[in-house]
């Protein structure tokens, strides 16, 4: 099964989308939104179902910038793991221990931990803090995955 057929196959598992939404822009919010959505990393379908989700244009692009922070610190965690990964290999076969190397990765560990942390409560205060936190409903179906977007 080539790529393709794979996308097309995640897609529709969960069966098709019926409904079509068209969103006319003049020059300058097209350029607005094009801009967002690549600042961002993402199709401009996404950026309007993340601003759904997020109840909010402004609070979707803080949490899109979050999330690239957070990717990030969990890519600097995997570094750092698999530099102490390569110090316990070492020390093992042939024990001679660096142990500069695995206190200063065990603290990039701890620092990366605590940006996550500190990341993790800022999405949760921007959602917390957005125009739409009172409503009582969430205005899209939360049954579709990401997938569908993309």
Do not use: C
């Not at 079509?20 to 961002?40: C, D, F, L």
């Not at 990765?105 to 605590?114: E, K, R, T």
């Not at 205060?125 to 205005?139: K, M, N, P």
């Amino acid at each position: 099964m080539s790529e393709r057929e794979g996308l097309f196959r995640r897609r529709t598992v969960g069966g098709r989308r019926e409904f079509r939404t068209v969103i006319k822009h003049n020059e300058e919010e097209y350029a607005r939104v094009e801009s967002m959505a690549q600042g961002a990393g993402i199709s401009r379908a996404r950026l309007y179902e993340r601003s759904l989700r997020a109840r909010g244009v402004v609070e979707a692009e803080q949490l899109a910038e979050i999330s690239l922070k957070m990717e990030a610190a969990l890519r600097m965690i995997g570094l750092a793991g698999n530099n102490l990964n390569q110090a316990a290999r070492v020390a093992n076969s042939t024990g001679d221990v660096h142990a500069p190397q695995i206190q200063a990765s065990a603290d990039m560990i701890d620092n990366y931990l605590a940006e996550l942390v500190r990341l993790l409560k800022k999405t949760s205060d921007t959602i917390e803090g957005s125009a739409f936190a009172d409503r009582d409903q969430v205005l899209v179906d939360d049954d579709h995955s990401d997938e569908d977007f993309e």
